[in-house]
């Protein structure tokens, strides 16, 4: 396998099915990445020299997700200079806002570009890392247009004929009521 160009990071094995959904969007653009599982509480000085190490190793953007409180992107982000997309997992009776906060207040000089909540926010960290690899790769950039041209697709035809499946359906419904 080619070396990563992505690190992705995980606070626990239980993030797995909110992570998966970054790497599901690097997957359908063929980016090389490598999944971890490292925590900012369990697994400190691990999780420390593990971001000390990307840069040598060629890896250009991390991705790190947890659950409560979520210390890991902001761990990880003292350690490297390579940009830190942090995922708020939803995993905590407070649905996650506890991990929000976590992620997103970092004090001024080590930023972490803080995603939403759960899924959609893993899935954004996915293109989040996309748009910043296109940056200096005109291939990766071209398909970044297309792939946003395809989102805009499936707005105007595909949601629009579900709306108007909908509609014809309630007008029919309507009608049986008269
Ligand atoms: N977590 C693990 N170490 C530090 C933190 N904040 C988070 C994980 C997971 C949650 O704690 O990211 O979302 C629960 O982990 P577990 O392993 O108990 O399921």
């Not at 080619?2 to 359908?28: C, F, Q, T, W, Y």
């Not at 971890?36 to 991705?63: F, M, N």
């Not at 790769?137 to 709306?163: C, E, I, W």
Request: no cysteine; hydrophobic share 45%.
């Amino acid at each position: 396998m080619k070396n990563p160009l992505v690190a992705v990071i995980m606070g626990s094995d239980s993030d797995i099915p909110v992570m998966e959904h970054a790497v599901r969007v690097l997957e359908k653009f063929e980016i090389p990445f490598e999944m971890t599982v490292l925590s900012a509480h369990r697994t400190p000085d691990q999780a420390a020299e593990y971001a000390r190490g990307l840069a040598s190793r060629g890896v250009k953007v991390l991705i790190a997700g947890a659950g409560w409180a979520a210390h890991l992107a902001g761990a990880v982000a003292a350690q490297t200079s390579i940009p830190v997309i942090g995922v708020p997992v939803d995993s905590s009776p407070l649905n996650g806002m506890d991990s929000l906060l976590s992620t997103v207040q970092m004090p001024p000089g080590v930023p972490v570009a803080a995603m939403a909540i759960g899924k959609g926010g893993a899935y954004n960290a996915g293109v989040f890392a996309v748009r910043i690899l296109a940056l200096l790769d005109p291939d990766l950039a071209r398909r970044y247009d297309l792939f946003t041209a395809q989102t805009a697709d499936d707005v105007l035809s595909g949601s629009n004929q579900k709306l108007a499946d909908y509609m014809a359906k309630r007008t029919q419904e309507k009608g049986h009521l008269r």
